[in-house]
């Protein structure tokens, strides 16, 4: 059939590099946990909007997480016309896009909400794909501090649905008007303001004296590998760095260096975040000059947003804290994460808490671009294969394989119409059924039976045919059956219930024992 | 805010052609129609799996639709590693690719269900789009027209959960071995192939005249347009017209020309295909020559089904008929499709058959191109939007709006926590719930609350404040007594209705009875 020739021209059947196919088990988990984001969202009355993934490239605009390589990263290519077209890269941008283009027929402010894949063309990595799943919701036409918080409370509220247990998770908000703010008040150029972004971004990973490193000189990571840092002054760098210092830390700005002093700090028990304490460090860093009026904007949203939070109940679940940074570099208020805060085993065999699988922020630059007057925006994204995995490393997921459907086999394929028929039968009762349709006897039957995670075959033989007889061969039985030792009454017993002989008048009410037998039922 | 200079540099929000946004309503009645869909495929055993948009270009191959213009059609664009991807133009290629990489671990036959958007990269048109869904099933590993017959039960079951009418809609079945095995015997050269197969696909628009001219000189549309004919023999084209003759209209083959016959054999009412007849005509028109091997084949195939078919009780919804091609050139053995049988109004006011919603066939050569060893496979695509708007013109799907959430209204910003805390009741009592969160005054609050198709709004202005009460409005009522006579007892007794002050302890039994009245309900 096939010679050596043929064999070497084949083509080769691969997927590109980050890119994955999807499972049975994987698409009814993601189903199930994305219908139960959905109530949450439709009890708060978001709407679902969809747009296509592709796009004019101008209107995704450059708003890339990865700021060093503009307009790379995103999947590209030339339409007829010579316009630039693009496949999403986010569900922000299109959403921006959408309310510009439909901004005088839709409510304001608008709520909505959609699922759907975006495209990364980047190096692919562990757990970094280039297609992948994002659910988001977002309010755009509200200014108020009121829609940061109550998406915030959206968030959590998920994460109770989805079962994450309370004080597994934790929404947590800081402002970029702060940091901004704070920036200006530590006397570090405007030219800067990204790069002090990163290094208070990298808190979590590199700690406090990273930060530091990386807001002076630089800093070696324990791989070798050397960041270059934003070379701020050490008065700067002081500044910066003890408004990242944990609540109740009380030394002053010139006691920062050298490390030693953070190191105690680092691992000191964490206190809640609390805006008066704050804005004294800040005051007192200042020394008389005039507190800016963006940290001072930031720190009155964040205290509207506490206040809504505490009112409702939330507070043991969203928390101010003044290192959420996160890396889009659109955003220009309030911005929040919601962090899992159980450990994990991580690639290197240490415990780390599992972290972000949700991030946002208000956004009041992006429709703005389209409509020449200021849209005021804010919205928040799900990263829906990592709270996948969360939920399974949970327990929260199914993770056994569903029962497969009941196999009919074929014993004389002159008489398949009859085998369709009692396929038929079942299917009319709401049973999972179905056919086998291959070509091989009893043996291969059995094992497809068996991969396909039947509980019971249907055997029709010539046996059966004359006495007008069906068997139904229990499988998940006759696997319990193979590990007990023969002859004892429970060997006897299950062996009477691993294969039985019915009339066929009774094939439904037998399988439907069967079934019943092992709490399966139809469904 | 915005100057002139301003206004004309801002971006434009549009999207490219030949894509489109979607609704909740249109993404509510798209996810109603799947989940119904979804049910019968899983009832007959199929289990789904998901591949991704982008593919390797080669993987996909170049079966096209139009062949015209191969590797067009497709969005395809170069890999850092100068390796071309192309996104998806249907759900097939995909499959075939993903069968042959996991063949091995894979249960033989393989059935599987898939629903995705798949892009084509060609000149839209009235309801033509670059971006569009499918919902496909295959069996993959199984040669036996069980395999097909199978799919055409399920397909027809699945019109049947969609509540589409016994009668409206009709499962039509050809081989294209047939199609093959007619042009063979009629002596039209093998180059012919792809000629013969457009002009049969075209009867149903252009009648068997329109067919013959097509196999002739060619033909001129309504429009003016030429389409240039394959040019056969007289006797190859009468040959290949009468085997699409109506059964039971009984002239010879030398009758067919001129046109004047089949003008009437066109309008003659249908009787059911007899392979026993068609069979027949073959035989007399080859005159002693031998029956065609691809075309015996074919019929003992379409008699397999048939047979099915009539055992299983789909005869009345599954038919031969023997002008079913499909466009696709990927098709080796039974090819099917389900035509939606009611009228509707064309572009020109005319009525015409709603038509094809699906459609599908065997695709022997797909997964084998990997392999280098044979692997049949059979599977059918339906077209989601066209299928919706069947449903919807049948009344089928949900045209009306979904009663929106409750608003409540906000009088004084800084008790936004109070209004907020109410809201939270609301939703925790289960009801659809949201705070205005815009920055306008009573008269736009209403307004919006309208555009949200809220049934009623909750107040609490000064005057309930120091009463200690909300007001509950409800609009439905309040839009129903706008059209009432005033003073008159209905009016009266609406109006008591429309507006309601009660203790604010008691606003969550306030909302649940204006939802009760209105059958509206927590969800």
């Known amino acids: 059939m096939s010679d050596k020739s043929e064999k070497s021209n084949k083509l080769k059947a691969r997927l590109p590099r980050g890119l994955a196919d999807r499972g049975p088990a994987e698409i009814a988990a993601t189903r199930e946990m994305i219908e139960k984001i959905r109530a949450v969202y439709e009890l708060y009355g978001f709407e679902p909007v969809e747009t296509p993934a592709i796009e004019y490239t101008d209107a995704l605009g450059k708003f890339l997480p990865d700021q060093d390589r503009p307009n790379e990263g995103v999947f590209s290519f030339l339409d007829d016309d010579e316009q630039w077209l693009s496949l999403r890269y986010d569900l922000t941008a299109p959403l ?30 562990p757990g970094r794909f280039r297609q992948f799943m994002q659910f988001d ?16 409370m959206m968030a959590a509220d998920a994460m109770e649905a989805l079962g994450i247990p309370r004080g597994s998770y934790v929404v947590k908000i800081w402002n970029r008007k702060c940091l901004d703010g704070v920036r200006e008040a530590s006397g570090a150029p405007i030219e800067k303001t990204l ?20 807001l002076a000189k630089g800093r070696r990571d324990e791989s070798g590998d050397f960041t270059k840092g934003a070379e701020l002054s ?40 609390e805006i008066g304490e704050f804005r004294s460090r800040i005051m007192a860093g200042l020394g008389g000059r ?47 994460e919601v962090d899992l805060t159980f450990p994990i085993t991580n690639d290197d065999g240490k415990p780390v808490r599992f972290g972000s699988v949700s991030a946002g922020g208000r956004y009041d630059g992006l429709v703005s671009r389209f409509r020449g007057e200021p849209v005021p925006a ?28 009941v196999v009919v086999t074929v014993f004389d394929k ?66 319990e059956l193979a590990k007990l030792e023969k002859g ?29 037998r092992h709490k399966l039922g139809p469904r």
Do not use: W
């Open 414 to 479: 002159d008489r398949i119409a009859d085998y369709q028929q009692m396929v038929a039968s079942l299917r009319n009762a709401g049973i999972r059924a179905e056919l086998y349709l291959g070509s091989g006897k009893f043996g291969p039957q059995m094992k497809y039976a068996d991969k396909r995670n039947a509980p019971c075959v249907v055997i029709r033989g010539s046996d059966e045919k004359a006495k007008g007889e069906v068997t139904i061969k229990d499988l998940i039985v006759g696997a």
């Open 96 to 125: 921006a896009r959408y309310v510009a283009e439909n901004f005088d027929t839709l409510p304001k402010p608008y709520r909505s909400y959609r699922v759907g894949n975006v495209f990364r063309n980047e190096k692919p990595g």
């Open 488 to 516: 004892r009454e429970e060997h006897l017993q299950k062996q009477a219930e691993a294969q039985r002989a019915v009339p066929e008048a009774q094939l439904v009410e037998a399988v439907r024992a069967v079934l019943a």
């Open 234 to 273: 050490v008065a700067a760098n002081n500044f910066i760095t003890y408004s990242l210092t944990p609540m109740g830390v009380g030394y002053s700005t010139d006691q920062l260096f050298p490390h030693e002093v953070l190191r105690t700090a680092d691992t000191a028990p964490r206190k809640p975040f």
């Open 137 to 152: 919701a977002d309010t755009v036409g509200s200014s108020s501090p009121a829609a940061d918080a109550e998406l915030c």
């Open 195 to 214: 790069q002090v972004l990163r290094a208070v971004d990298k808190k979590d990973r590199v700690g406090l004296v990273g930060v530091q490193e990386l």
């Open 290 to 336: 005039a507190f800016p009026i963006d940290l001072e904007a930031g720190l009155i949203e964040l205290t509207q947003i506490q206040e809504l939070v505490r009112r409702a109940g939330y507070t043991d679940r969203i928390i101010i804290d003044e290192t959420v940074v996160r890396g889009l570099e659109y955003y220009t208020g309030p911005v929040f």
């Open 378 to 405: 804010t919205g928040f994204s799900i990263g829906v294969s990592r709270l996948l995995a969360a939920l399974q490393h949970l327990g929260k997921v199914e993770a056994r394989a569903e029962a497969g459907p």
